[in-house]
Each structure stands twice: as structure tokens, then as C-alpha cells.
């Protein structure tokens, strides 16, 4: 069956230090998505991507950066991690005007 | 741009009774999607059901239904028959400009509701 798929489930790490997720899907779908969890602010978009080559900055997209190389991956780098981004991060893929089917989730700590 | 309200932080409801949970929305797009989303404990976020603005008929999903009033901007969730595995967050989201061409997909999620189902 296809999926999404998000890498890892879980991870600490410290202050400074370069962090990437990864999010894989096999609908090949052309829209995926970043998203942060936060207690009291719901789901919160950080960027998004409609195709290969493309991405966009969505609401809280500061010190966040992704990459569309193939269909199939938008991998989400914290080029410096800070304590404020420690939260649980989403992935999301949709086709065009189809409801968006998420990953389980990465829980970020940074310490 | 888009906003989401739920009034409920928080909903009790006894096994195998009905239960609405409100969403009410914002938005300057003549046209656009509906769209709620279940979070059990365990973390992840299981798509249930969509609108869009200019569909005529409620959507339907099983026990899962959307009440949408267009000229109150409501589009509550209604689960009949309550099930313990009901018990979960639920996020109500939009996206501008459904199914009208040039939607950009993003979706504006509420804060959510946190449904406890008792035995």
C-alpha cells in the first residue's frame, strides 16, 4: 500500500547543531507539507512544496529550510537548532484537490 | 486569510450516543475546503471528512458527518453512535479556493477539541 513515512519517529539533540527529517511518500503525490504541533497553537504550516524544484514558506518558516529533489521526498532542515523549535513535526502529501494524508510524526527535542 | 475557530476545548459524550463538535471559520475565498481530522493518543493524524463550498449535499463518512451551514460559516462534525475509540483530539482545518482552480492546498487548522467518550 502507499504511504508517508517520517524519519526518525523520535530525536534529541542540542542547540546549534544542523537537524534534517525526512518525510517520504509513494502516492506520488505533487503537494507535501511541513507542519509543527504545538500545545495551544494546533497545527502550524512551515513550508510547503508543489512539485519538483518548488517550495514555499508557509506561516513559521524562520530558521527552517526544505528541498524538493524527486516527487517522492521534502526532507526539513533546522540549519541551527534552537529550544523553541522543539515540538512534533508533520509531513503532509495531498494531489491536487484531495484531502492531505499525514506521517506520524517526529518529536524534536532540543535540549 | 483564513481563520479556524473551536469553542470546545473539551467534549464528553456516553458510549453510543451522537455528538457535534463546532467549527466555525473565516475567509474571504468565495470558494473553499472543510476538512476534519482525528488525533487519537497515540499521535497521528487520521484524515475523516471534507466539504467544499459549493457542494450541495452534507458530506457523509460512515458515522462521520459534516454539518455545514454556509451563511452561519459553520462546519460542525457530527459522530452518531459514540465509540470509546472515539475518544481523541479532533482539528478542524480549511483551504482557500477548493476545487476552483489555482487552491493553493494549504491548510489553516483550529486549535481542536479533546472528545472523551465514557463508558
Known amino acids: 500500500d502507499a504511504e508517508i513515512t517520517q524519519s526518525p519517529r523520535h530525536k534529541i539533540t542540542e542547540t546549534g547543531r544542523q537537524v534534517t527529517l525526512a518525510c517520504h511518500q509513494t502516492?506520488?503525490?505533487?503537494?507535501m507539507f511541513w507542519y509543527r504541533q504545538d500545545l495551544g497553537h494546533g497545527l502550524r504550516l512551515i513550508h510547503y512544496?508543489?512539485?519538483?524544484?518548488?517550495?514555499n514558506k508557509g506561516e513559521v518558516s524562520d530558521g527552517y529550510s526544505v528541498s524538493r529533489s524527486n516527487t517522492e521526498d521534502l526532507p526539513l532542515t533546522l540549519e541551527s537548532a534552537a529550544s523553541s523549535q522543539t515540538s512534533v513535526y508533520f509531513c503532509?502529501?495531498?494531489?491536487?484537490?484531495?484531502?492531505?494524508?499525514f506521517g506520524d510524526g517526529t518529536r524534536l527535542s532540543i535540549l | 486569510a483564513q481563520k479556524i475557530t473551536q469553542t470546545q476545548p473539551g467534549m464528553f459524550v456516553q458510549e453510543k450516543e451522537a455528538v457535534t463538535l463546532d467549527c466555525t471559520y473565516d475567509?474571504?475565498?468565495?470558494?473553499?475546503?472543510l476538512f476534519w481530522y482525528k488525533q487519537p493518543s497515540s499521535g497521528e493524524m487520521i484524515f475523516l471528512i471534507y466539504?467544499?463550498?459549493?457542494d450541495q449535499q452534507n458530506a457523509t463518512e460512515g458515522r462521520y458527518s459534516l454539518n455545514f451551514q454556509k451563511a452561519r460559516k459553520s462546519a460542525n462534525l457530527v459522530i452518531s453512535a459514540s465509540q470509546l475509540g472515539d475518544s481523541a483530539m479532533y482539528f478542524c482545518?480549511?483551504?482557500?479556493?477548493w476545487g476552483s482552480g489555482g487552491s493553493n492546498y494549504k491548510l489553516t487548522f483550529g486549535k481542536g477539541t479533546l472528545l472523551t467518550v465514557n463508558p
Open positions: 466539504q467544499g463550498s459549493y
Open positions: 475567509t474571504s475565498d468565495p470558494s473553499y475546503g
Open positions: 503532509a502529501s495531498s494531489s491536487n484537490n484531495q484531502p492531505q494524508h
Open positions: 482545518a480549511i483551504t482557500p479556493r
Open positions: 512544496s508543489y512539485g519538483v524544484q518548488d517550495t
Open positions: 502516492w506520488n503525490h505533487n503537494n
